[in-house]
Each structure stands twice: as structure tokens, then as C-alpha cells.
């Protein structure tokens, strides 16, 4: 064998070898380099973990105290009604107050003193929601009214 072809076997062979290694280093470097991404991806995956948790036990105690504060309002010095002329409703508001009604009833107080008043609790930051703006405009233009439905049943 000439020596000329086998300078040229071994410069093809070197080449192969330069370029498996170059390229498993190549490799090796890129895979080092998405693994640093990939770990810092699980680090700000694991901190927005326990940051949406702590907004989600957050949110549940302030919905848990507001619900609180809607069950007890009519114990609390804030509220102006008698307990007894308030009637929880919750949803769309929290009560609806016969104010001066018990007064009424027990022969203290006169028919035309009695006020319907609707009342929605809110504590913190909370704020009327869409309906319920939409029924606070509806008293405010007058559109309420008073009705009875009667129920028959046959014997």
C-alpha cells in the first residue's frame, strides 16, 4: 500500500475521531446547558407553586371571614336593624330588613314607619358585584314592587 493512501486512510480517520469528539463535547455542553435551564425552570416552577398557594389560602380565609361577617353582621355594632327585622337571603344580597316591622307587630310602632331596606356585607376590600350594582340601580329608579301569588290546591 502506498503511503499516500494510507496518510489519507489515517488523516479520514483522524477527522472522524475529531469530529466524534468535538461533537460529544458539543453535546456534552449543550446537554449541561439545558439542564441548568431545566433546574431553573423547577426552581421557578416550585417558588410560583408556593406563592399561588399562599394567594389561594389567602383568598380562602378573607371568603371565609367574609362569610363569617355575613352571618353574624346583624351582631355587630355596625348593623343599625334589629336582628329580628333582618332575613338572610345570601345570594344576590346578604339581607333583606323589614325595618320597624317587629315594632309594628308588637303594637309599638306604625305601619307607615316600616322601610324595606336590601343590605349586602362586605368586609376588606370587597367590592358590589355586577348584579348586585344592577339591583341597587334598579331601587334607586323605583323599579320594585310588591306582589302576592296565590296557590290553590284541590281537595
Known amino acids: 500500500m502506498p503511503i499516500w493512501i494510507a496518510m489519507v486512510i489515517g488523516l479520514g480517520i483522524g477527522v472522524i475521531l475529531t469530529y466524534a469528539l468535538l461533537s460529544n463535547l458539543r453535546n456534552g455542553k449543550i446537554q449541561a446547558e439545558y439542564e441548568v435551564q431545566i433546574s431553573e425552570l423547577k426552581r ?79 368586609s376588606g376590600n370587597a367590592r358590589l358585584t355586577k348584579g348586585q350594582q344592577a339591583i341597587a340601580d334598579a331601587i334607586r329608579k323605583g323599579r320594585i314592587r310588591f306582589e302576592t301569588i296565590r296557590v290553590e290546591f284541590e281537595d
Open 44 to 122: 421557578k416552577h416550585q417558588k410560583e407553586l408556593r406563592l399561588a398557594q399562599s394567594r389561594s389560602v389567602n383568598s380562602s380565609r378573607a371568603i371565609l371571614k367574609g362569610r363569617m361577617a355575613e352571618q353574624f353582621a346583624p351582631i355587630f355594632p355596625e348593623f343599625e336593624y334589629l336582628p329580628s327585622d333582618a332575613k338572610f337571603l345570601g345570594d344576590p344580597v346578604d339581607y333583606i330588613v323589614f325595618n320597624g316591622y317587629n315594632a309594628f307587630r308588637d303594637g309599638d310602632g306604625r305601619a307607615d314607619e316600616i322601610e324595606v331596606v336590601l343590605i349586602d356585607i362586605k
